[in-house]
Structure formats: structure tokens, C-alpha cells
């Protein structure tokens, strides 16, 4: 018979916040909620109160000091770090496999770790967590007398017990270079290293603890991101989900739910397609007294019925930097619900140029839509009765009521705002409030209706602008084009644009599960300052934009939608390379990962640095040029 033995810390069970010190910050917190101070000299005490490397849990708080810690007895204390350690650990997934491999074996399995908790306490938690069945044994170093970092000592007590004595083999699992590998093969046991490590970006998260106040609920959160990684597979699109996408949007969703809570907002609307995973974070964050709804509403299904009065001013106002040129008249007129071949065969309306370059293009193409003798009566005739199903689609979902509501996007321009608030101006209704992840500088201004950013402009990049758009946001619904009256019910339902179907793409699922894994636990545990919360989602994000961490893997990056027309990220030409390069242009939404994914780390950030400068000698040069003086 075989034995097959694993150390039970960061290997069998991980903390789910992260460093052991954590769990001392999470009881005080929880002992002394109203009483931070205390906390932290509780806090202060523990973490020098273990005297020796055979202390006990019961030793530990045999001393005087232990006992004056009001209103709480020493035992009582005691208990309440063993229940907070209970709820803090849990299983390695993968290090549960290789347990249930020798199992079925027929190996003998023991669990052995230098630890001051009792034996019989751990093997209650492994049991729980299934890796512990019938007669197997714990062994601990504060029961054996001896550790298995003291050269490995415990290996040598264990084997002199009937547990070891009878076995053919002995294969050794840890985490630990030195106690769990270098001495035990010391002591002849073949020993294989495991880890469960912490990605750069959440060691990043960790460094930055100790200069912070409330500090370790950054380290807290970095151990909610690996546990849940390592529930969900540790996957490339869950790392993505856990380091980056997590910390960004539940730390805006927890904004939104305080703000909403402060101002009397008592429903929330979660706009469709880019904040389904706003709204999924929402479900598992605390927030009594506010309605969360979906509301199925897009550029599309709004633009038409805004547009029905046919003005120039109307459409000129929600168009990007207040005019058409540089746009694809195709997608316009998709946007419009239309495209050039029915214009061509419907109304014999022919347009000369595909994109709009000059101020007369521009004035060409709204002349063709809103004075049009044949096509403009006809699109207005749809846009009026559009504009009837959808004031029917507001009063359906309460947007016409008295409640004090809100809607929740992820930004940037506020052109929806805009539409939205016209329409429900129209519809006899009041203005909404919206909440936005981020503006930009030149945000539509509040006219339009109050608006709250997360990030204020220049706080987030065009890189990160880009990934939170094209890759976070990623949703299982279709965007919504219209709207109809379902003939069953009579309810105003929602037409979805292109084919309509719904689709849980792998990106989709890890974003969502992970996201809402995380922010449940973050709610079970109270992680509530606000401060960390948005120094964990700026930092995380700008990590990933700026490519300040070298163990991304950006293959998910190449399994994200495209958007009109252009690629997430791909690998990259020569040709393309070269324009990056030297002519300072724009390939993909994400050129610094595509760079990364052609070339590796080192030329990968070469050629990125050569873009950026090659990007503003040409913002010079067309300055110079035009006498542009913007941004």
C-alpha cells in the first residue's frame, strides 16, 4: 500500500482572504463593527501572540492580554477566530482531484500541517469540503511536537506511527520549496510542490495593503479573486473576469447602490446590452428598499422615435462630436433602420459615398432623410409609431410613475441620456437620473438630465474605455432594435436586432459567474470602504490598459465581439505592425494586447512606445495643418 500525504495550508485549502493575517481583520470587524479602534488593536495583539513554533489555539489565548479585550472573554475570542477560520476556508479544486485520484487507487491518504489549530477542528473542514473521508488522519505540529519546517521533523514522527509504517511509498503534496518539498525528500519521501499563487495583479493588490487605511481588505479581496479563479478553473477568460473585469464593475455597482440609497432613488434601471453584468452584481450586493429591473432599450430602438419631428438640430445633437463626418453612412442608416439597397429600391434614392468626409456630405445625407419628398413622410410615419409603442414600453415598466428612478450605463458621451429624457419628457413623464462608469470630457451637459460618473474624465484611458465596452460588457441578450405588441399578452415587447438569439458566449459566462461569485462574498464579508473599492477598480484597470503586469494571457481578448468592423484584439501583419509602428494608427480596439499576442512581452511594449509617439507627432502635424486647437 501506498501512502499519498498533502499539506492542508495553500494546498488542500486555501483562505478565501487570501493571507492568514486577513482572517484576524475580518473577526475584529466583525466583534467590533462600531469599533475600529479596537479592532485594531486586537488586530495588533494577535498578530505577535503566537510565542513558538508548537503554540496551540488554546495557548494563545491563555495569556492575561488575551482577556482584556472588553466585552469579549478570552474563550470567547478563541471561538470566534476558529468560526471565522471555518468560514474562510475552502477547497482546492485541483488539489481535490489529485486526492480523489489516489483514493481510488486504493492509496492511503493523510493530511499533515504545521498549525496551532486542533486536528480534530481541520478535519472537520476538510470533511465539509470533501477531502476527508472515513478513518483518515490529521496530523498537526502543535499535537506532534514537532514541525515539518524544522527539517522536516514532523515527516520523521509520522513515520515511526502506524500510519506510515506499513506503506510501500510515500508521496508528499505541499506548497512550501523548503517544509513540504526540500525536507521531505530529505527524509525520502518523493515530494511534488503544488501552489495556489496569486496572480501579478492581485500580489499588485496585496503590496499595496499595508500603505492604505482599511489596507487589508485589499489583501481580502485579493484572496476572494484567487478563490474564486480557482473555483471556476483558473482559466485564461476567468483571470480576465477575476483581476480585471470584477474588480471595475462591482465596485461601480456598489457606487451606484450607495448614491441611489443617499439620493432616495428607489428603482434602478440596468440598460440593455452593456449592463446586464451591472445588473447580475447588483442582485448579490445589499440593497433593501431598491427595485433592480432590466430595461430593454438601445441607441437603435430609441433613435428613430427621438428623430420622428425629421430636425437636423435633433440628430446633430447626439452624434458624436455634434457632427457625421468620419461616419460609415451604412451604419447610419442602420442605426436609422434602413439600409441602402431598400432606400435604392423603395424610394429610388441613391447616395454617392459610403463615408461621410466633408460638412456638404453631411448635410447631403440629412437632407436625403428629413427632406426627402417620398422617404421623409414615410419615416416619420414609422418613427410616430414607434414613438407610441415606446411611450407604451415606459408606462409598462413604471418609467412614467411617481417613483424616484435612476438608470445605470456604462457611459461615456451620454447620448441615451439625452434620448431618454426627451422621450420620457414627451411621454408626460420626468426626467431620470443616470449613473455612468465613466464621461468623457466633453459629456453631454446636465440639460440633457442629471448624470453621476464614477470616473471623472481623464481618470480612464481610451484603452480601458475600449475593453470595458467591447470585452466586460459582454451580455447574452441582442441589442434591442424595436419594439412590438405582443398579440397574446398585449404587452410591449422588445425586437431584438440581427438574428435576435441570445447567445452565452464562454467570455459571457466567466465574466458573469466570476463577477457575481465575487460579489457575494465581498457583501458575506462586509468589505465596505469605499476608498479601497475604487483604488482596487482604478489600479486593476490601469494594470491592464497600460500593461503593467507581465502574466496576462490575452487569448480571451481574441474570442471578443467585433465592433463595427474592427477586432477586439488579433494577431497582427507585417503590414500592420508597421502602421502601428511608424504611422501611429489604430488597428484593433486594443492595439497594446494585439502587439503583445504578435510579438511577446519585450518587442510587444517596444512597438507599443512607438505608436504612442508616432500618434502624437501626427496629432501635431494635423494641428499644425488645420490650426485645431481641441483636445
Known sequence: MNLASFDIFDTALVRRCGRPETVWRLMGSRLWAEDTAQAAVFYNWRAHAEKGPLATINSIYAVPEAGSFAPYTADQLRQAEMEEEARQLCVNPKVKS?????????????????????????ADILRREGCLTGDEKVVVSCEAGACKHQQGRLYAEVAKSDIARTVDSWIHYGDNRFSDVRYARKHGIKAVHVTAP???????????????WNGWQMSALAGIARNVRLKFGDTPVVRMAADFVAPAYISYVRFVIAEARRKGIKRLYFLNRDSYILLKIAEQLPHDGIELRYLYVSRRSL???????CRDEDYIAIADRNNLIGRDSDHLLWQLQYTRAELQAAYGMELPFRRIINASQQQQFMDMLFRNDSFTPEFKKRADGQFELLKEYFRQEGLLDDAKTAMVDVGWLGTSRLMINRLIKDCGGQPTTFFYMGVRADVISPLAGDYVSYFQPGQLDTNATALIENYFSASPYPSTGSYACDETTGAVVPVFSDNGIMTETPIVRANVDVATEMAGQIAQYHLDDSSIMFRWASVSLDALSHLKVDDVDFTPLLQADVFDGTPTAKKLSLVELFKIAFLGDRIT??????????????????????NTYSRRLRRYLYKMRTGFKGV
Open 98 to 122: 489529485v486526492i480523489e485520484s489516489h483514493r481510488q487507487k486504493g492509496d492511503k491518504i493523510l493530511f499533515i500541517s504545521d498549525m496551532y489549530l486542533p486536528s480534530a477542528f481541520l
Open 589 to 610: 480596439i486594443f492595439d497594446p494586447a494585439s502587439l503583445r499576442l504578435t510579438l511577446g512581452q519585450p518587442l510587444g511594449r517596444l512597438l507599443a512606445t512607438a
Open 198 to 212: 496569486f496572480t501579478a495583479t492581485e500580489r499588485l493588490w496585496m503590496a499595496m495593503s499595508s500603505t492604505l
Open 303 to 309: 433613435m428613430v422615435p427621438y428623430l420622428r419631428e
